[in-house]
Nanobody
Framework: VQLQASGGGLVQPGSSLRLSCTASGFNLNENPIGWFRQAPGKEREGVSCIGPRDGPTNYVDSIRDRFTVSRDNAKNTVTLQMNNLKPEDTAVYYC??????????????????WGQGTLVTVSS
């Protein structure tokens, strides 16, 4: 199983980015997929999750109303649309899949498979 997060980059405050999570050897559609981020010197934190199939989504307060997580089932992809980015959003972003349970979680230890991260830098 390999997951890969992509789409990061260097943007100015107020800009948008779309991150994608793809997988090989694993059906993202049937499992909760979480997005996490880790800023320099900080612990990895969960920011969003989408449940299996058309399951519920959740967001932490710091990104609510700015980020949207969604699925493209045909492409076996989960995206995180990030709008109105702020400097405090700067971090390496990871996607993760939960194989053992069908509910979302913001806990790092709840996830079984992780992709390599993609760096998002928000700076003027």
């Amino acid at each position: 199983v390999q997951l890969q997060a992509s789409g990061g980059g260097l943007v100015q405050p107020g800009s948008s980015l779309r991150l994608s999570c793809t997988a090989s050897g694993f059906n993202l559609n049937e499992n909760p997929i979480g997005w996490f981020r880790q800023a320099p010197g900080k612990e990895r934190e969960g920011v969003s999750c989408i449940g299996p199939r058309d399951g519920p989504t959740n967001y932490v307060d710091s990104i609510r109303d700015r980020f949207t997580v969604s699925r493209d089932n045909a492409k076996n992809t989960v995206t995180l649309q990030m709008n109105n980015l702020k400097p405090e959003d700067t971090a390496v972003y990871y996607c993760a899949a939960r194989a053992s349970m069908d509910r979302c979680s913001n806990w790092v230890v709840a996830y079984d498979y992780w992709g390599q991260g993609t760096l998002v830098t928000v700076s003027s």
